[in-house]
């Protein structure tokens, strides 16, 4: 444990990214803007609501107010875990390939058992099934604690068997929290909604991280998982008085899970504006995802620099990332949300070019601030078009598989993480930076039905 005391303050936060809202086919005559079945008939806003204010999801619904704190502190928790995690296992092990793979293999479940997390969803209410997960959460932080504390976390594999825990159950209850931000603000205060559930994820990256570094640098692993049981709580918490007033009474109790299952997949495959909008999330997820995973080889690799410039290079992108959504839910998308969604992934793709070509870490550290902003603008413009079209009695599962990209990030990583071990880690980000700018325009160029969508 004394070795990794030595590493933190030259270290911490190179670990801190790892971890982080129709029809049921499609028409030939696709509308630019989807109203959707659902509790809230949609229409425009109440007078004096037109146009999105900063804070107006959370000064016009009292049960969104519960979700959104209640979020921050999960969200909280889950970033302290991934930091701690991350130290405890290069303690324990001595090796920065556990370390890394402690934290990495938390996305395993996301692959096996998300999407039926997504059945749960919309089998069970997703605000008790919430709360029962963050339960099983903060029950399994506080007895890994107690383990610590104990000096009985001996070996690397209690380490991946607390982590993999915890990672079902965030595959299981992912999805439920996604569909709650629908289930609780009407549908013209979705965009906004979603907007400050992303800043507050941001947000909570830097605030989590660093709370982890103060109390790994003064006190014991053990107090950090103290804490996480006591965010998860927390979230227990505030769920307790919040309502869910825009959600439909399920219907997929009528059949088995796995004819449950089948009837999501189906209705994403067999919609082409849904399925379109997935294969933009996951090509999100293998050009976003992976940099922050491969940001320690890539400061040390490309730009012959330590941890403290893959630190601005993450505190840099959430400030581009939290500046995104402040002017969501101040003044709304700068253009349609279809067109948001394929610039952001173009505009992201250079930055991944650009990175491979830079020399200089000032500049490196510099253009995260598109990455920010690229991101943020494609996860609200795409999570807010799914949320729209989809009928809430499909809600959860359409959110698990649009959740799926967790578990794919890893895979991502390691494949670009391979062609480096090749060629050099910038040559790697530049070619994969290219063939991702391609891809972009592509898309852009032969998805005109997402280009149309509002």
Not at 19 to 31: C, F, H, K, L, Y
Not at 157 to 174: D, R
Request: charged letters at 10%.
């Amino acid at each position: 444990m004394d070795l990794t005391r030595v590493k933190l303050s030259s270290g911490i936060s190179s670990l801190c990214f790892m971890a982080r809202d129709e029809p049921p086919q499609s028409a030939p005559n696709i509308p630019t803007h989807f109203d959707g079945p659902g509790v809230d008939a949609g229409g425009p806003p109440p007078p004096g609501r037109r146009g999105l204010k900063t804070f107006s999801s959370l000064q016009n619904n009292r049960d969104y107010r519960y979700l959104f704190a209640g979020n921050l502190c999960g969200n909280g928790a889950q970033w302290l875990q991934l930091v701690t995690i991350g130290w405890l296992a290069l303690g324990v092990s001595d090796s920065a390939f556990h370390s890394i793979m402690a934290v990495a293999v938390r996305a395993l479940p996301t692959l096996l058992i998300g999407p039926w997390g997504g059945v749960l969803a919309d089998r069970w209410d997703r605000r008790s099934l919430a709360m029962v997960t963050q339960i099983a959460l903060a029950l399994g932080a506080l007895t890994f604690a107690v383990l610590v504390a104990r000096d009985q976390v001996d070996t690397i594999w209690h380490v991946y068997a607390y982590t993999l825990i915890t990672g079902v159950a965030h595959a299981v209850t992912q999805p439920a929290r996604q569909a709650l931000i629908a289930n609780t603000v009407p549908r013209h205060d979705m965009a906004n909604a979603l907007a400050l559930s992303a800043m507050s994820t941001t947000s909570m990256r830097l605030v989590g991280a660093g709370t982890a570094g103060v109390l790994l640098g003064f006190l014991d692993f053990h107090w950090n998982f103290f804490v996480e049981a006591g965010l998860y709580a927390g979230m227990v918490l505030l769920m307790i008085p919040m309502r869910t007033p825009f959600q439909e009474a399920s219907t997929a109790g009528g059949a088995s899970p796995l004819s449950n299952l089948g009837e999501g997949l189906s209705y994403v495959l067999k919609n082409r504006i849904i399925l379109r909008l997935m294969v933009l999330n996951f090509a999100r997820a293998a050009v976003f995802g992976p940099l922050l995973l491969l940001l320690p080889a890539y400061a040390s690799g490309a730009l012959d620099a330590g941890a403290g410039t893959g630190t601005a290079m993450i505190v840099v992108m959430g400030i581009g990332g939290t500046a995104a959504s402040l002017a969501i839910s101040t003044w709304g998308f700068f253009t349609r949300k279809g067109l948001v969604g394929l610039i952001s992934l173009i505009s992201g793709a250079g930055v991944i070019f650009a990175l491979g070509l830079s020399p200089w870490a000032w500049l490196s550290v510099s253009v995260m601030i598109v990455m920010g902003l690229s991101q943020t603008n494609f996860i609200v413009s795409n999570q807010t078009l799914v949320q729209t079209i989809v009928p809430d009695t499909l809600r959860g599962r359409v959110s698990s598989v649009w959740n799926y990209e967790q578990g794919l990030i890893p895979l991502f990583a390691g494949v670009i993480g391979l062609i480096a071990n090749v060629i050099g880690i910038a040559e790697a980000m530049v070619w994969f930076g290219g063939i991702a700018l391609v891809m972009g325009l592509l898309f852009l160029l032969t998805f005109e039905d997402i280009r149309r969508l509002d």
